[in-house]
């Protein structure tokens, strides 16, 4: 079975800030991974994906996330924090065909000005 | 393209009542995806559709059904209302092949007393 393990169910980061979520996952075949971010009263948009091939990869809105196969790991970081990035951010993982998605707990993002 | 269109926004139903939710995908989208949201579980999956059979299951009670029709449209029917049953109910839409992203509608939220 998959899991998803997101550390940290809060973050809060300074306005132009690093900011980073980390997210570990376990699957015993190579996995699809996703991010995807939802903000208040609305469903989830897709961030980024990882299939196959680079294993950096540049999403929407300046996220970006390095998929490591030895750290079970595919964290999202921007390098610099925008007030409209508070909101929360889910790191997803299916390794089947079709679209059944296992989803972290999710990370709540608070940027302070 | 118009985005998936969940259909209501809000339902407030009683213990015991039945309640069906629509969904309608992205044009030319054949796979449609359901998925409850609660603050104590997060986000589970529930059930996928594409071209009209469900292809892929969650761990949810039999009470939980859905269906697809020939435009693609859906519906999930929840009998027998709980109140553990108080959730955001997430559709989404992919073309449906490996790993293709979902599209999330903003979702039904559903209220039992």
């Known amino acids: 079975a998959q899991s998803v393990t997101q550390l940290g169910s809060h973050v809060s980061v300074s306005e132009g800030a690093l900011v980073l979520l980390r997210c570990n996952y376990s699957?015993?075949?190579?996995?699809?991974l996703f991010w995807y971010v939802q903000y208040p009263n609305q469903g989830l948009q897709l961030l980024l994906k990882?299939?196959?091939?680079?294993?950096l990869v540049k999403g929407i809105n300046g996220f970006e996330a390095e998929f490591k196969k030895s750290e079970t790991s595919f964290h999202l970081t921007k390098p610099s924090a925008h007030m409209s990035d508070a909101a929360e951010y889910f790191c997803?993982?299916?390794?089947?065909?079709?679209?059944?998605?296992?989803f972290g707990g999710g990370t709540r993002v608070l940027v302070k000005p | 393209k118009a985005g998936v269109t969940q259909t209501p926004r809000y339902l407030i139903k009683t213990r015991g009542q039945q309640v069906t939710l629509s969904c309608s995908p992205i044009?030319?989208?054949?796979?449609v995806s359901w998925y409850q949201q609660t603050p104590g579980q997060g986000l589970q999956f529930l059930f996928e559709?594409?071209?009209?059979?469900?292809?892929n299951k969650g761990n949810f009670p039999g009470r939980f059904s859905g269906r697809q029709f020939s435009n693609s449209r859906s519906e999930m029917n929840v009998s027998t209302l709980e109140l553990g049953d108080s959730a955001l109910y997430l559709c989404a839409s992919s073309e449906g092949q490996d790993a293709s992203p979902l599209h999330f509608g903003n979702g039904t939220r559903l209220t039992v007393t």
């Open positions: 997803a993982v299916t390794k089947a065909a079709g679209n059944k998605l296992t």
């Open positions: 559709y594409f071209s009209e059979t469900q292809r």
């Open positions: 990882y299939t196959t091939g680079a294993t």
């Open positions: 044009s030319g989208h054949r796979s």
């Open positions: 699957s015993s075949v190579p996995p699809y």
